[in-house]
């Protein structure tokens, strides 16, 4: 297979499947840690690290999700 050359249809197919209960958990998640390091961000806690990974990944899920 040519490194550019999107896997076979079956391939796809249970990559898909075998990721949907992360994706899943991602989906549920992320935002809601996302929402909480904020608040914790607005009182001044220093969680800027986190809640910069935090988003990116949500965001990475996301477009993912929308790919899919």
């Known amino acids: 297979m040519q490194p550019s050359a999107r896997p076979p249809?079956?391939?796809a197919a249970l990559i898909r499947e075998q990721y949907a209960s992360v994706?899943?958990?991602a989906t549920?998640?992320?935002p809601t840690a996302s929402r909480?390091?904020?608040d914790a961000a607005d009182r001044g806690i220093d969680v800027?690290?986190?809640l910069t990974r935090?988003?990116?990944r949500a965001s990475?899920?996301?477009r993912?999700?929308?790919r899919a």
Do not use: I, Y
Request: proline share 0%.
């Open 36 to 38: 909480t390091l904020q």
């Open 48 to 50: 800027t690290d986190l």
């Open 54 to 56: 935090t988003k990116r």
């Open 60 to 62: 990475k899920n996301e």
């Open 64 to 66: 993912s999700r929308l």
């Open 28 to 30: 549920s998640a992320l």
């Open 23 to 25: 994706a899943a958990a």
């Open 9 to 11: 249809c079956h391939a």
